[in-house]
């Protein structure tokens, strides 16, 4: 039979003050911000997302007869009107690549089918914007002999290598 043996240790020195064991956690995102008319519901379209939109119903990245239900749609019914792009479709040079003499590219079928919303809205999706940059320091402030540090569940029969 196993006999007990009791160690006589003093519990101060089971414990551990704070070291040099700083992390740092850095984070980062970006959320634009839509610059609108004077009703704050039309974006004000700079030239490049103006010629980027019409280059996308010139060679077939958007159909031209559905924009108009695309901007409804995405609550931008009177974008065109207000952006003056008649205007710049009329200012906007042609083609002289060929693209508009090519075969249309065919398309090819996805999982959530026609996106064609989901391109305008990220075409039109704003530059302008805030950008927030954090980081954050995790200073421990110390730890006992038996304390868990890290805990990992495992399921019946599963291994992990540390």
Request: zero cysteines; aromatic letters at 10%.
């Amino acid at each position: 039979m196993g006999r007990v043996v009791v160690a006589d240790a003093d519990p101060a020195t089971l414990g551990f003050s704070t070291a040099h064991s700083d992390r740092y956690v850095y984070s980062n995102y970006f959320v634009p911000v839509r610059l609108t008319f004077g009703g704050g519901e039309t974006p004000i379209l700079p030239f490049y997302v103006k010629q980027a939109l019409i280059e996308a119903i010139r060679y077939g990245g958007l159909d031209g007869d559905r924009l108009p239900h695309l901007l409804k749609e995405l609550g931008l019914a009177d974008l065109w009107k207000a952006n003056e792009m008649d205007a710049a479709t009329e200012a906007l040079p042609g083609a002289d690549s060929g693209m508009s003499y090519r075969e249309p590219p065919a398309r090819r079928q996805t999982l959530l089918g026609d996106q064609q919303a989901e391109f305008l809205a990220g075409l039109l999706q704003s530059d302008v914007g805030i950008a927030f940059l954090d980081r954050t320091r995790i200073r421990p402030v110390g730890f006992a002999l038996g304390e868990h540090v890290y805990a990992l569940a495992l399921a019946p029969g599963e291994e992990a290598v540390l």
